[in-house]
């Protein structure tokens, strides 16, 4: 939550999704079993049988193509509706599977498939090491578009959905690193105690520097939409324009171009939205979501037609093993990472929720184009290929199949369809600085102080230059009351159940309320109130401010000493119990 920017459900990166999937939705017994992924990849298939049946040769899904066109849209739609405080809360679990996971599968796979490869009746006794870790590091990565085209339907918790799709995304680092290094040191034939270092220092470089130019033109674009007052028109623009020019600047310079993607729309999100129109906004969203949407179909039909147009080298022990590698190792990947995890974590992963981690580690399009990233010349490009689909195909029809009648089996925890109301938002807010006040209490700094900082830091600095107008200046109380209600509004207005009245020249954070001068001086004398009674009543204040007389019941407690009277007492506490016992408290 931010006090500048318009809020938005932390799940909307799936509210809109539903609407732009293909007309097989309109089957309900088929898409409840059938997931969109795997009915793309049969169209593609049997597209790509019709064009062989002519006489054509299919067309392959070009790695340029899908990494520099299909791709970014999608990770700009998760990174721009990325739900920031689940993520935050969990990143360094998340970290724990992206990179130490990443690692272990391609170590895991590449080096038993050599040892398979070793034994003369297998017939590949021509394949290194460095080629088996190649092709380890390709299949290794969990793939963001398998994983947001199943998971979005199945409704799994919060907590799991994020581990997963997290890890997703910020495994891309390791992967294009891992490829790379294999790549080099296959041609170089030999590896050196300095190499491993590089390869780590590049690693560092690779994904803090794609997070660094992420950031920049997150911030670019956050400055640029405070001189657009005049031309909401083209405001969307230069959302999509600086998000696709810090991809292509880290995609120039070898870095991370994902994370780059993900970095610029996690920070130009609330500084954007609060100098954006409410139509701006709309159209950014269903564009997002729309774009996303076709590149993910396009994705998956080139898939099937890719698969029907070769070229394929088939070894039944080579492919089935490492069907078989990919499952063992993720399961036990997640049950070492988690048995550490645990140790370290409040809310501990239960063992269905390891399961599902586990078993939703799906593989997709970013791994069939590394492998065609191959060169031509490589000893065992096509088998490496087919191997690469197999496993696609068999993550994608078997896992996404059967996910969702396992998870209610299992009777895993699925995700609450409804929508947090205001009371909740606020008690989340009220909650955060009181778990502050205790880290303060007991002089440990952990992850609510660090929160504190940061959000202290942007409201003084970083807001004054990236947000137009006075809003940065705004009481935080006020602003988060009025973004709330504002929030609401535009949800009944989006639902039919109020007609639209909101002024599309001008800004959402600018609609100011006008106070009456009765609340005016109510509100002066707020200021006033002492650091410690502000910290544990502030967002009470926020719940009952729009209310003048539990507005003038709550100035008059905080008058009054400490022996209040019981009926005064009880009518407090069935408002708002949490500050009554804190300012009654000894």
């Not at 609330?270 to 996303?292: G, Q, R």
């Not at 089935?320 to 990919?326: D, E, F, H, M, Y």
Request: hydrophobic fraction near 50%; charged fraction near 15%.
């Amino acid at each position: 939550m931010d006090g500048g920017g318009l809020i938005v459900d932390q799940h909307s990166c799936s509210e809109t999704l539903h609407e732009y999937s293909p007309c097989f939705h309109l089957i309900p017994r088929l898409s409840g079993v059938v997931p969109e992924s795997c009915l793309l990849i049969v169209v593609g298939l049997l597209v790509g049988g019709l064009i062989k049946v002519i006489g054509e040769e299919p067309p392959v899904l070009d790695s340029q193509l899908f990494f520099l066109c299909l791709l970014p849209p999608i990770i700009l739609d998760a990174g721009y509706f990325l739900p920031i405080r689940p993520f935050t809360e969990n990143v360094g679990t998340i970290l724990v599977f992206a990179v130490i996971g990443t690692l272990w599968n391609a170590f895991f796979v590449g080096g038993l498939l050599y040892a398979l490869c070793q034994i003369e009746s297998v017939g590949l006794t021509s394949v290194d090491l460095l080629a088996c870790l190649l092709f380890g590091s390709i299949v290794s990565a969990v793939d963001p578009v398998a994983v947001l085209a199943v998971f979005e339907k199945i409704h799994i918790n919060e907590l799991v959905h994020i581990l997963v799709f997290g890890e997703s995304l910020l495994n891309d680092a390791v992967t294009v690193v891992l490829y790379n290094l294999f790549e080099e040191f296959s041609k170089v034939g030999t590896v050196t105690v300095l190499d491993v270092f590089l390869g780590v220092v590049c690693f560092f470089v690779v994904s803090l520097g794609g997070v660094l130019v992420g950031a920049i033109y997150g911030i670019l674009a956050a400055f640029t939409s405070r001189f657009t007052s005049h031309t909401r028109v083209i405001e969307p623009l230069f959302v999509f324009l600086y998000s696709y020019m810090a991809y292509l600047s880290s995609e120039m310079f070898h870095l991370s171009g994902i994370m780059a993607l993900i970095a610029c729309g996690v920070v130009m999100r609330p500084y954007v939205e609060a100098n954006i129109s409410h139509k701006s906004y709309t159209t950014i969203k269903y564009f997002l979501k729309m774009w996303s949407s076709v590149s993910e179909t396009l994705i998956f039909i080139f898939l099937g037609v890719s698969t029907v147009a070769g070229p394929h080298a088939w070894n039944w022990t080579f492919v089935i093993v490492t069907v078989i590698l990919c499952l063992v190792s993720r399961v036990l990947g997640v049950i070492g990472l988690t048995f550490i995890i645990n140790k370290f974590r409040i809310v501990r992963l239960t063992k269905k929720d390891q399961f599902i981690v586990a078993y939703g580690g799906l593989r997709g399009a970013i791994a069939f184009s590394l492998g065609y990233l191959l060169s031509s010349n490589h000893q065992k490009r096509n088998l490496f290929l087919t191997a690469i689909i197999t496993v696609i195909f068999f993550t994608v029809f078997v896992q996404g199949m059967t996910i969702r009648p396992l998870v209610e089996l299992l009777a895993v925890k699925r995700k609450k369809e409804s929508k947090p109301s205001i009371n909740q938002e606020i008690h989340t807010e009220f909650l955060d600085h009181l778990l502050t006040g205790v880290e303060g209490v007991r002089g440990h700094y952990g992850h609510y102080h660090w929160k504190e900082k940061v959000n202290r830091f942007n409201k003084i600095y970083v807001k004054r230059w990236l947000i137009a107008g006075e809003n940065f200046m705004e009481p935080e109380l006020i602003a988060f009351y009025r973004k709330m209600e504002l929030k609401q509004a535009i949800m009944l207005v989006e639902s039919g159940q109020l007609p639209s009245a909101l002024p599309s020249t001008v800004s959402m954070q600018n609609i100011q309320a006008r106070a009456t001068p009765r609340l005016s001086k109510k509100l002066e004398y707020l200021k006033e109130i002492p650091p410690a009674v502000e910290t544990t009543s502030k967002l009470f204040m926020m719940h009952t401010l729009h209310s003048y007389s539990c507005l003038d019941m709550f100035i008059s407690w905080l008058q009054t000493p400490c022996s209040v009277s019981s009926d005064v007492l009880l009518n407090l506490q069935q408002i708002h119990p949490v500050p009554c016992l804190l300012r009654c408290a000894p």
